[in-house]
């Protein structure tokens, strides 16, 4: 069974079970919201301008045609037109590869944009290289950006890959999965004859992958690693283009469980919203209350209980509640001005590691010299007068003559008389 042919009212169900299924793998659902201008203004129906090329796949022309599995879908018509001309053709060497001529090409675009068919005038390079140009110039990627993440994420499985890439293609919105089913088929068939058009699938991804998966503008900075993953994704598309948009067999069997429950009454649903709000009240006043019995045990014992029961609202009050000790404080005693870390370092900075209040004053000799004699201070009350130092007065000696002298001395006087 085909995605497209779940009815209306199940799809919601059969969302929600593609997603458990997605968690089972291994990979969490976390789907963007696109932030592309083109497609934001596609959904409110504001097309820019009418034609084939720059519009959204939903507002094109569309056709229905045969998938491999033998379930009908629609496609544009653009696409199933341009696939059945390759088709014609498949054998031609380098089909999707050669670049053709440029200015035919510009020709045929013109022409196509006019809601005109292909001729047997236009080349088959031509036609290869224009589906490949509409691809590129969609204002939603043929994969949209908001699935490349989960996509990629993917690759990380090692036996389930292939599992969880085709699981997220199933949440791809409807134009897209069926348009991706049918261009993976085709190009299926294309790799067939690579023996004579040398496109094999690895060629065909490479080639194909940057239309139909391009890589975000804001992260082409990674753009060169970042495409070979979406290569090794469209290369498992295009392998398993059979299975893309097919449901699982448990996925008919959850989704027949689903619709036999009997459905609830309103009483019901409502007693069921109560019942769940209640839960809600309970889990937040059991936070408050495991929140004020830490405040009382960093108080202490002395801290009175305090009523909880008006704290237990619908929306809860997270203020610190003002808890009051029926115990008097002690007086703060009266500490050091350093506290014992900061008393330590300086300590450890003095030459003995010892509190100078500690040790007796004994200065040295040196340093009594130093502060008494060799001071550049002057002690003396009139600085102004000189003073004779102590260093700079002569010791006056008195002279005597020696006893050898007086007796020469009386001896000349003797003679002279």
């Given at each position: 069974?085909?995605?497209?042919d ?7 169900e059969?969302?929600?079970i593609?997603?458990?299924?997605l ?11 696109s ?17 084939i ?18 379930t ?12 059945s001309?390759?088709?014609?053709h ?12 440029t ?17 047997p005038?236009?080349?088959?390079i031509?036609?290869a290289?224009?589906?490949?140009m ?8 043929l ?10 994420r ?7 890959k ?12 409807t134009?897209?999965?069926n ?17 004579t ?22 992260i ?20 398993n ?14 989704l ?13 649903q409502?007693g ?5 709000n ?8 059991g ?30 009050d997270?203020?610190t509640?003002?808890?009051k ?8 005693e ?13 300590l ?10 500690n ?11 130093d ?30 003559f ?7 001395s ?8």
């Amino acid at each position: 069974m085909f995605i497209s042919d779940v009815e209306g009212s199940h799809k919601e169900e059969l969302y929600n079970i593609i997603v458990h299924d997605l968690r089972h793998v291994g990979v969490k659902h976390r789907i963007k919201k696109s932030t592309n201008k083109h497609s934001q203004c596609s959904k409110h129906g504001n097309v820019e301008k009418a034609g084939i090329f720059r519009v959204p796949l939903h507002h094109l022309d569309h056709e229905i045609v045969l998938l491999n599995c033998g379930t009908a879908v629609e496609v544009p018509s653009f696409v199933a037109r341009a696939c059945s001309y390759i088709k014609q053709h498949i054998e031609t060497e380098g089909i999707f590869r050669k670049a053709g001529s440029t200015s035919r090409q510009k020709e045929l675009k013109a022409f196509l944009d006019s809601n005109k068919k292909f001729g047997p005038e236009h080349h088959v390079i031509d036609v290869a290289n224009v589906l490949k140009m509409f691809f590129r110039e969609l204002p939603e990627p043929l994969i949209p950006h908001a699935y490349h993440e989960v996509l990629l994420r993917c690759l990380l499985l090692r036996d389930k890959k292939t599992e969880g890439i085709l699981l997220t293609c199933l949440l791809m919105p409807t134009a897209h999965i069926n348009t991706l089913a049918y261009l993976m088929q085709f190009l299926q068939e294309v790799a067939s004859h690579s023996e004579t058009n040398k496109m094999n699938v690895k060629n065909l991804a490479i080639i194909v992958a940057p239309s139909v998966m391009p890589v975000e503008e804001k992260i082409v900075v990674y753009g060169t690693s970042r495409l070979t993953h979406h290569v090794e994704v469209v290369e498992l598309l295009i392998r398993n283009a059979g299975k893309i948009g097919t449901l699982l067999e448990n996925m008919f069997e959850k989704l027949a469980v689903n619709s036999s429950a009997p459905s609830l009454s309103n009483e019901e649903q409502d007693g069921d919203l109560s019942r769940q709000n209640k839960k809600r009240k309970k889990r937040r006043s059991g936070s408050i209350t495991r929140m004020l019995n830490g405040l009382k045990k960093m108080v202490g014992k002395g801290t009175p209980e305090v009523d909880e029961s008006h704290l237990i609202t619908s929306t809860p009050d997270f203020s610190t509640p003002c808890v009051k000790s029926s115990k008097k404080r002690k007086a703060a005693e009266v500490t050091t001005a350093f506290s014992g870390k900061k008393r330590r370092d300086v300590l450890q900075t003095l030459p003995q590691s010892v509190a100078l209040a500690n040790i007796p004053y004994t200065p040295s000799r040196s340093m009594a010299h130093d502060l008494y004699v060799s001071s550049p201070v002057c002690s003396h009350p009139n600085p102004n007068r000189k003073s004779k130092s102590p260093q700079s007065t002569k010791h006056r000696h008195r002279r005597f003559f020696t006893p050898k002298l007086h007796t020469e001395s009386g001896a000349n006087k003797i003679n002279c008389k």
